[in-house]
């Protein structure tokens, strides 16, 4: 009897006492694990690098943080988010669509000569959109079935509209149709049609959250989306498995120059004008590529994210905006916003080889 009381107590002692000492690390380990989990996402780097951004101008800019401001911060991001956003999905491919500078910059001039020729506002639009598409379509069909590189082919296309644009535009600034007040008995407000195609407060961030959600679900849960991620990643393999590779680049040529066409309706309903200025549209479209990539999406193709666009974009506008709060000279903006964005990607490719390290691609 004492030899087994003996053994039993031995026996109890190293079974509740590491096991004891052994739940406190675990319980400290799901925090962190929850905070490296969230670093290596592909979205992880660029809303850190964003908060911090927010931070300082909320601390060394009195108006940052203000409703009205929120306002005007809308006017340098949402437009970016939908170029961004389009873009992600030929990036992904990995190729690149430089026309939508063009197409930004032709698509008011267009629906302005249909609204002129008597054509109602709506269906001008959506001729417009049917134009643009065509334009994605026929950048799609040079690169896939001529086999020209998407690089040179959206470069001509991109010189083609921007020329095009100053011939029929006669480089004259003109007032976009149905932007304008509408009278009521009381007092002026905005036209049903100018409240929703842009010129209402949150009407382009409505468009926004719309196009991105609609993309990220795309890309995440349809077929599409996996077509699109795996002819970015092999071709010759997405072809064997059955993927019209062909197709799905195409329709992602159409997605980005329809997301082009509708940004360039927004912008010249918001502004009231619409101007023939090449210089714009080719800002316009570097900031878009530049949104995609520091949001997490490679250039080499094979992957990518539409709401790390939407946060590369937010993050673009948070530096415009507060640059131009605290004054900064004009001549040093680009200088700080193309430091920024080298400061965004050594973050997200040194997390980038973190996640492959830790196996999470």
Same mark, same amino acid.
Not at 57 to 65: E, G, K, P, Q, Y
Not at 306 to 319: D, H, P, R, W, Y
């Given at each position: ?15 509740? @006492? *590491?096991?004891?000492? !052994? ?13 490296? !989990? ?12 964003? &908060? ?28 970016? %988010?939908? /170029?961004? %956003? ?11 669509? /430089? ?5 930004? +910059?032709? #698509? ?18 959506? $001729?417009?959109?049917? #134009? ?14 001529? @086999? ?28 976009? *149709? ?32 719309? &196009? ?8 995440? !849960? ?24 062909? +197709? ?16 360039? $309706? +927004? ?72 430091? #920024? ?5 050594? &973050?997200? &490719?040194?997390?980038? !080889? ?8």
């Amino acid at each position: 009897m004492s030899s087994a009381t003996g053994n039993a107590v031995p026996a109890a002692a190293p079974t509740g @006492g *590491p096991a004891h000492r !052994r739940e406190a690390p675990r319980a400290a380990a799901v925090p962190l694990a929850l905070v490296k !989990r969230f670093l290596t996402a592909r979205e992880g780097s660029i809303i850190v690098v964003t &908060v911090l951004l927010t931070v300082y101008f909320s601390v060394t800019v009195s108006a940052f943080f203000t409703g009205g401001n929120f306002q005007n911060l809308l006017q340098y991001f949402t437009w970016l %988010a939908i /170029l961004a %956003a389009g873009e992600v999905f030929l990036m992904i491919n990995g190729e690149i669509d /430089l026309s939508i500078g063009g197409v930004y +910059l032709f #698509a008011p001039y267009l629906y302005y000569e249909l609204a002129n020729g008597h054509v109602p506002l709506l269906p001008a639009v959506l $001729i417009t959109f049917v #134009a643009c598409t065509a334009i994605g379509l026929v950048n799609g069909l040079i690169t896939m079935i001529v @086999g020209i590189s998407s690089f040179i082919t959206t470069l001509g296309t991109l010189f083609t509209l921007e020329g095009f644009t100053l011939i029929i535009s006669h480089a004259e600034q003109v007032t976009a *149709p149905g932007s304008q007040l509408a009278a009521s008995a009381t007092s002026n407000s905005l036209s049903t049609f100018a409240s929703v195609f842009g010129a209402g407060t949150y009407s382009e961030l409505i468009w926004a959250l719309a &196009v991105v959600v609609i993309l990220a679900v795309a890309l995440a !849960r349809t077929r599409w989306g996996l077509h699109t991620i795996a002819v970015g990643s092999n071709r010759n393999a997405a072809a064997e498995a059955g993927v019209n590779v062909r +197709l799905n680049l195409i329709r992602n040529f159409v997605v980005c120059s329809t997301c082009a066409g509708l940004v360039g $309706i +927004l912008e010249s309903v918001r502004t009231s004008s619409i101007s023939p200025d090449p210089s714009s549209a080719n800002s316009v479209l570097l900031l878009a590529i530049a949104s995609a990539v520091i949001g997490g999406t490679l250039l080499a193709g094979g992957t990518g994210t539409v709401i790390g666009a939407l946060i590369g974009a937010l993050f673009l506008g948070i530096l415009q905006d507060g640059l131009a709060i605290k004054g900064v000279n004009a001549d040093y903006l680009n200088f700080y916003l193309g430091l #920024a964005i080298l400061f965004a990607m050594l &973050v997200n &490719v040194y997390l980038g !080889r973190v996640r492959r390290m830790s196996g999470h691609g």
